[in-house]
Nanobody
């Protein structure tokens, strides 16, 4: 089966850190852009970050709300994309999903080919 599986969520205090992973099964992520989205109850889905395909330089993009705190990266050997989240805030609490689009560059209007099931991140004191 072709799928993405997120992991790494959990409960953390404000100011803490988590590393989310997005692992692909059944296909390789090298030629895909990978996006991270989050959605909290009662709120719209928010694009968090995106990384371009490996052959286009793995260039990152971030929402203004997470710039300077989150870092997206690839580990091609593990066929996995990570989202390192530092200085977490209560507003970061959400279910985080990764998505993959076949293409070179991140887009403002992506058409995602695959979605993961999500991992819960809770930031609370």
């Amino acid at each position: 089966q072709l799928q993405l599986v997120e992991a790494g969520g959990g409960l953390v205090q404000p100011g803490g850190s988590l590393r989310l992973s997005c692992a692909a099964s059944g296909f390789t992520l090298d030629h895909y852009t990978i996006g991270w989205y989050r959605q909290a109850p009662g709120k719209e889905r928010e694009g968090v970050s995106c990384i371009s395909s490996s052959d286009s330089g793995s260039n990152p993009n971030y929402a203004d709300s997470v710039k300077g705190r989150f870092t997206i990266s690839r580990d091609n050997a593990k066929n996995t994309v990570y989202l390192q989240m530092n200085s977490l805030k209560p507003d970061d609490t959400a279910v985080y999903h990764c998505a993959a689009e076949l293409g070179h560059y991140c887009s403002d209007h992506p058409v995602w080919d695959y979605w993961g099931q999500g991992t819960q991140v809770t930031v609370s004191s």
